[in-house]
């Protein structure tokens, strides 16, 4: 349930009972508490420093430099040609298909959470714990196999093919598809968008639900004017944790998708690995980068508030 | 139930229930209950928690349907309906105001689902909160309200519809006693102005005295008894009415003839309990019909048991002496008068009472 503890940070009220007696003893006191929670905090800083920040700073000098005749990088003649590239139509149609896929994962993944997380939302303890742990099971297993999985599933001849060839839709051909590719990456991270959701709707008091029926509003009604807005918290969330790594995924659409969906994550990997090209792969990287951090900020600063 | 006057032919029914039952699995919550509130009529459902009273109220509001029986709103059967298609509002009992909507949004709400015109809406949003006496909050959200704020705009929420009957469940119960008793009184004159059935749960016998037409006590999904207060107090039509409502002495004894009741001391008293010889009964004795005198002081007219003083509780106005008798103890109730002389504990006394001030309910503990 770490999800809950990322979209719920609970403001720490303790050090208000401390700070009573003086003025200055309150400053002592407050001091004191902020000193404490930044020791406590230095491992996951120092983490963010190593793992984040650093190579987010290499990524960003790398952007700048210009590769050379050998496939090299030169850390030298500072430009922006990697960062013209991405006007490119080539690169301009990747960004499309990846957000349009990124985006239709994210409502599918929305419409399928969302009455799902109402029901574990509404049922006994005992029901929503064994419910929930269904839910993290996939986990279990890794995310590699798991992919490979649906592509016996989608494949020709697989389940899915011969189930629409029976019901007389002839053997559909989903796999190497964006199709496939949405499906994939529904499957994967619909989990993300489930938990954020059941701990908003799991606050909500149900009596509210009764009370709008009580004054006239029927079930949809409800659902607009009085559940959706108050788990939009969870709404806002869970899309986020879809839509970010759905945009940026890269085993999903690389196992399930054919070579005409080539998207972002892909077209990245290929300018470090094949295409030799640094530059243009880290200046994609870095403002996708920086486009889903103010993104979040966002969100933080808007819908968090709430929260 | 004869001298109710809602359940007269001459008066218009509200609320209509026949052979009303509701299953939650094996559990029977409400039992084959038949009543009938009047238009215009307080009517208040007692009972101790669990006992039914709040199902029942759930299943006239719409948000519980019967397993059984039928359900009339002003002769329309509504049995099956949701509760946005019946004409009954609710005030509940944590309020359920919506945290995300201002009180004007809030109050408005039923109105703005019922399309009702905004200039309209404005007007009567207005109105409402005037009537509660919060004008000056419409801006406000509900967690800025102090409790019994939240309470009056859960009640403006409600009329503010119009309702043909308000349901009411323990809407009182979170409020502070001072704040309890103010709106009490503001809730009984509001619905005098307003000529509106309330039905009202409750499991405060006080507030269902004071405030009610008529009440109905419930115990395991029964309706034991409808009757105006006085009814209630006065003739209580078993043991658990009579225990449940005020303090009480049940003193157990049997039918001996058509006039004489035999108490397990032995002692007779006179007393018409129109059941056949034989039968065991309790004869109810409120605390405060009793007087308490020295030993063989009784006057004609009054029966009298003896007894011992065993404590004494002091309560300002009035002071409650336990008397143990020689097979239970009962309380006795004195007005705290100067000229009263106050008996100490281990004084043997003599309790009387007018034979006219007790009643009879069949049946022992």
Known sequence: ?307 | MNDNPAASDTTVTAVGLRGITKRFGDVVAVDNIDLDIGDGEFFALLGPSGCGKTTTLRMIAGLEFPTQGSLKIFDHEVGTLPPNKRPVNTVFQNYALFPHLDINDNVGFGLRMQRVKKAEIKTRVGEALEMVKLSNMGERKPDQLSGGQQQRIALARALVNRPKVLLLDEPLGALDLKLRVEMQSELKTLQRELGISFVFVTHDQEEALTMSDRIGIMDQGQLLQVDPPEAIYERPVNRFVADFIGQTNLLEGNVESSDVVCLLNGARIPLDTGLAVGSSVSVILRPERATIGSRREIEPGQSAVDGVIRSITYLGNAIVYRVGLDWMEIDVREENLPHETRHEPGEEVTVSWDHGAVAVVEGQG
């Open chain 1, 1 to 307: 349930m770490t999800i809950t503890e990322i979209v719920a940070p609970e403001p720490s009220g303790d050090e208000n009972e401390v700070a009573a007696a003086t003025p200055e003893f309150e400053r002592a006191a407050k001091r004191a508490a902020s000193r404490r929670g930044f020791l406590i905090a230095l491992p996951a800083y120092f983490y963010l420093v190593l793992f984040f920040a650093i190579p987010l700073v290499i990524v960003m000098v790398y952007s700048f430099a210009t590769r050379n005749r050998f496939g090299g990088t030169d850390l030298s003649g500072w430009n922006l040609d990697a960062y013209r590239k991405l006007s490119e139509p080539l690169v301009r149609d990747i960004l499309f298909r990846s957000l349009w896929l990124a985006l239709i994962t994210t409502v599918i993944c929305l419409i399928i959470a969302y009455p799902f997380s109402y029901y574990l939302a509404t049922r006994t303890p005992t029901i929503r714990n064994v419910m929930l742990v269904f839910v993290m099971i996939p986990f279990w297993t890794n995310f590699l196999v798991r992919n490979y999985a649906w592509r016996v599933l989608l494949g020709t001849n697989g389940p899915v093919s011969k189930a629409t060839d029976f019901v007389g839709l002839g053997d559909t051909r989903i796999l190497f598809t964006p199709t496939a590719v949405v499906i994939g990456l529904v499957y994967g991270f619909l989990p993300f968008m489930i938990l954020p959701l059941y701990a908003s709707l799991e606050r909500i008091d149900l009596g509210l639900v009764e009370a709008s029926r009580d004054l006239y509003a029927n079930g949809f009604q409800t659902f607009r004017r009085i559940l959706l807005p108050l788990s939009m918290p969870g709404v806002i969330a869970g899309s986020i944790l879809v839509f970010i790594p759905s945009l940026g995924a890269y085993v999903t659409p690389e196992i399930l998708g054919g070579a005409k969906t080539t998207l972002l994550g892909s077209y990245i990997v290929t300018q470090f690995l094949t295409a030799r090209n640094w530059p243009v792969g880290a200046s994609l990287s870095f403002t996708l980068t920086v486009v889903m951090l103010f993104a979040t900020i966002l969100y933080f600063r808007k819908g968090g508030r709430t929260l």
